[in-house]
């Protein structure tokens, strides 16, 4: 967003050490702003773009040099998550310049939502991109998310034509996301694609759901349990028939 005619980017926190959020050692950005509504969002505190703390592309730079080395050393970089870092996209492509102008790797975690003309220039600047499909059957996209399907889809045919380095991340939550044909399908689609380079499988987990309360929403999956380990193979297996490196992460 502008401000006296700059640019700055509204964070929720910064991160200096993550390592679940692309390769290595990770600067992990949380912007803050989402227009999707994901009933397992472990984050719904970043929802709102008016809140967390204002920065500077410059202010939030000086905060990801003291790292770099840690980020060098390990094969690490800078990670932009959320909320849905896109919301920001003319911050994050700023940032994004930055860090390559200074040899950093940019990766940026999205649902492929949103798509503008500074999200296109955020891509020209990013690595690796962390794309959460959240199910590939549309009305069941719509039930977990909020929003329609197509967009992500869109922006997987933009990946492979640019040919940016893609990590497809799916959660498998019982009696929701957990419909075989639809994952089968899936794997097929993602199989098409030769800049996928990895698949992660994770389990749900009811980790942010304290979060729902404290805010006031209705959490809708308070009774739903973790995957058990069986199912998560049986996904897992069926993913591995993409040809593509899977990991599980229960
Ligand atoms: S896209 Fe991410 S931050 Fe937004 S609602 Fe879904 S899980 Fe939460």
């Not at 080395?69 to 940032?95: C, H, I, N, R, W």
């Not at 308070?222 to 193979?233: G, Q, V």
């Amino acid at each position: 967003m502008m401000k006296d005619n700059k640019i700055i980017g509204r964070i929720h926190s910064l991160e200096s050490c993550g390592t679940v959020d692309g390769p290595g050692i990770r600067f992990v950005v949380f912007m803050q702003g989402c227009v999707l509504r994901c009933r397992y969002c472990h984050n719904p505190d970043t929802w709102e773009i008016n809140k967390g703390k204002e920065y500077t592309p410059q202010e939030l730079m000086a905060e990801i040099r003291k790292y770099k080395s840690y980020m060098k050393f390990s094969g690490g970089g800078v990670t932009f998550t959320g909320g849905e870092p896109l919301v920001q996209a003319d911050f994050v492509a700023e940032v994004s310049k930055m860090c390559k102008e200074e040899g950093i790797s940019v990766a940026i975690d999205t649902s492929g939502f949103i798509w503008n003309s500074a999200v296109q220039r955020a891509l020209d600047y990013t690595d690796i991109i962390l794309l959460d499909i959240k199910n590939f059957d549309p009305m069941v996209y719509k039930e977990v998310a909020g929003v329609p399907l197509d967009p992500t889809l869109r922006l997987m045919d933009y990946l492979r034509e640019k040919d940016i380095n893609t990590w497809i991340r799916y959660v498998l939550v019982p009696n929701l996301t957990d419909n075989l044909e639809s994952i089968e399908e899936l794997s097929k689609y993602l199989a098409e694609y030769s800049n996928v380079s990895k698949i992660e499988l994770l389990g749900f987990h009811k980790m942010g759901e304290y979060k729902w309360e404290e805010l006031g929403l209705e959490y809708t999956l308070s009774d739903t349990k973790e995957p058990a380990k069986e199912m998560l193979i049986q996904v897992k297996e069926i993913f591995d028939r993409s040809g593509k490196n899977v990991s599980l992460n229960s």
